[in-house]
């Protein structure tokens, strides 16, 4: 499902905690942002209509969670990543970050060890 930079911003909230009505999602995005009101309810209904969340009637509100997982949408955040700039392989990725010395001794550790545990549930 695509969602927008912008909408992923909301989404972020509402993975955070939820269920949550737009004027809580407001609250939480003015400390960040400088959208307005109308801005961040405009969002909440792109992804609602999208089916990206769900809004049920609490009163004379609406309490707005999420329905696409954050763990959904990184998978085809990176997917699409991967396919767009590296053909969908990760190595050329790895790679490119290595060239730019934006891999830390920590980063490196942390490729190895999975690189093993690959090895060893392939061996």
Sequence with gaps: MPVSDSEAVVME???????LAAEDV???????????????KTLLNR????GAVRAERDGRRYLY????????????????VLDRLFG???APL?????ERGRLSQADIDEL???????????G
């Design 13 to 19: 909230v509402l993975w955070s905690g939820h269920p």
């Design 26 to 40: 407001v609250a939480r995005l003015s400390a960040h942002s400088d959208w307005a009101e109308p801005t961040i």
């Design 47 to 50: 992804l609602l209509k999208k």
């Design 65 to 80: 969670s999420p329905v696409l997982t954050r763990e959904a949408w990184v998978a085809s955040q990176s997917e699409s």
């Design 88 to 90: 969908g392989r990760v």
């Design 94 to 98: 790895v790679a490119h970050f290595s």
């Design 112 to 122: 190895r060890r999975l690189v093993e545990e690959l090895d060893d549930d392939r």
